[in-house]
T-cell receptor, first 113, second 112 residues
Framework: NAGVTQTPKFQVLKTGQSMTLQCAQDMNHEYMSWYRQDPGMGLRLIHYSVGAGITDQGEVPNGYNVSRSTTEDFPLRLLSAAPSQTSVYFCASSSRAGNQPQHFGDGTRLSIL | GDSVTQMEGPVTLSEEAFLTINCTYTATGYPSLFWYVQYPGEGLQLLLK?????DKGSNKGFEATYRKETTSFHLEKGSVQVSDSAVYFC???????????FGTGTSLTVIP
């Protein structure tokens, strides 16, 4: 019963490097999303997807790209890492049916030097 | 637009004290409401939910009642334990289920 799996759990990057944060879910959920969590700011939505082939921007999309080629996977790409992107990143998924909660991964702790 | 406002922390309580964390919301229509808990170093876990007015969600001794007249979903527990130390998030989703809105989180520390 894996749920939502995020990899890696920790990552250190240098400014300007690129990388992809992986997210996979095995619950056949249509809706997937990426959040970043910073001290004192709660969760902020970066991008979300309501199904394969459909993505949209959230509150803080700049500097991040996403794609959704399958129902299961929703990777988040940092194109050119900046220190301001140092954060904890959470992926979540849910059924599109109303009233259903989001299921979260354990997070990726990312530091940009 | 839809939003959630929750009580700012941090909150520090002695073991066996009564806990209330306030949460109010703004939403069109009839949202579903949730409380999530985040333990140190972990992701968010669903604690309880309520999907319509006057519903009471409960789990692990925590309770919250969906009050449409006051647009509130306050979290309560009668007797907290050290193991309840965590950050608590209030959240809502519209019935379309397309987006979730989270409060900023309330940090709770319970001391023996």
């Amino acid at each position: 019963n894996a749920g939502v799996t995020q990899t890696p759990k920790f990552q250190v990057l240098k400014t300007g490097q690129s990388m992809t944060l992986q997210c996979a879910q095995d619950m056949n959920h249509e809706y997937m999303s990426w959040y970043r969590q910073d001290p004192g700011m709660g969760l902020r939505l970066i991008h979300y997807s309501v199904g394969a082939g459909i993505t949209d921007q959230g509150e803080v999309p700049n500097g991040y790209n996403v794609s959704r080629s399958t129902t299961e996977d929703f990777p988040l790409r940092l194109l050119s890492a900046a220190p301001s992107q140092t954060s904890v990143y959470f992926c979540a998924s849910s059924s599109r049916a109303g009233n259903q909660p989001q299921h979260f991964g354990d997070g990726t702790r990312l530091s940009i030097l | 637009g839809d939003s959630v406002t929750q009580m700012e922390g941090p909150v520090t309580l002695s073991e066996e004290a009564f806990l209330t964390i306030n949460c109010t919301y703004t939403a069109t229509g009839y949202p579903s409401l949730f409380w999530y808990v985040q333990y140190p170093g972990e992701g968010l876990q669903l604690l309880l939910k309520a999907t319509k007015a006057d519903d009471k969600g409960s789990n692990k001794g925590f309770e919250a009642t969906y009050r449409k007249e006051t647009t509130s979903f306050h979290l309560e527990k009668g007797s907290v334990q050290v193991s309840d130390s965590a950050v608590y998030f209030c959240a809502l989703t519209a019935n379309t289920g397309n987006q979730f809105y989270f409060g900023t989180g309330t940090s709770l520390t319970v001391i023996p």
